[in-house]
């Protein structure tokens, strides 16, 4: 398995390189009109390949429209995959690191968006918005800047 303290240095030289690129979209996404009904927004990230979807919500959780923030991930494959051809995906020590890895860099991605997101929009949108990874309950609150469990 490779090291993965070099996998995370990797990836926070990627999302540094990245930050000017989605500053610019946040900015141009923040300017546009909302569709009508819009009570909040959702930031989704996909950690398969890390790209992040803008989806506009209103009050009953149904999307509004979509679009991507970011259409191109963030990382190449090879950049974050942990696994060498040897390895032995069945050793739950193997998949224990990995697991730990994914959960390193999505906690990782949450954080450099906020960032992003703190430097070209801040307090300038007009509803609630929100980042989270894809599928997950747990979502950071970009205005009031602490996390938030959305389970039902």
């Known amino acids: 398995m490779k090291d993965i303290e070099q996998i995370l240095l990797a990836a926070e030289t990627a999302l540094?390189?990245?930050?000017?690129?989605?500053?610019?979209r946040l900015k141009r996404l923040a300017s546009k009109r909302l569709p009508k009904g819009t009570a909040f927004v959702d930031f989704e990230i996909f950690?398969?390949?890390?790209?992040?979807?803008?989806?506009?919500?209103?009050?009953?959780w149904t999307q509004l429209g979509f679009q991507y923030a970011r259409a191109k991930g963030l990382f190449s494959g090879r950049q974050v995959d942990p696994f060498d051809d040897e390895d032995d995906l069945d050793d739950p020590a193997v998949?224990?690191?990995a697991g730990s890895l994914e959960e390193r860099l999505n906690e990782m991605v949450v954080r450099w968006f906020y960032q992003c997101w703190k430097r070209s929009v801040g307090t300038d949108f007009t509803v609630p918005?929100?980042?989270?990874?894809?599928?997950?309950?747990?979502a950071f609150d970009l205005v009031e800047e602490e996390y938030i469990d959305r389970s039902l």
């Open 16 to 24: 540094t390189k990245a930050c000017p690129d989605l500053e610019r």
């Open 47 to 60: 950690p398969d390949d890390y790209r992040i979807a803008f989806y506009p919500m209103d009050a009953d």
């Open 95 to 97: 998949t224990e690191k």
């Open 129 to 138: 918005a929100y980042v989270c990874i894809h599928d997950s309950n747990l």
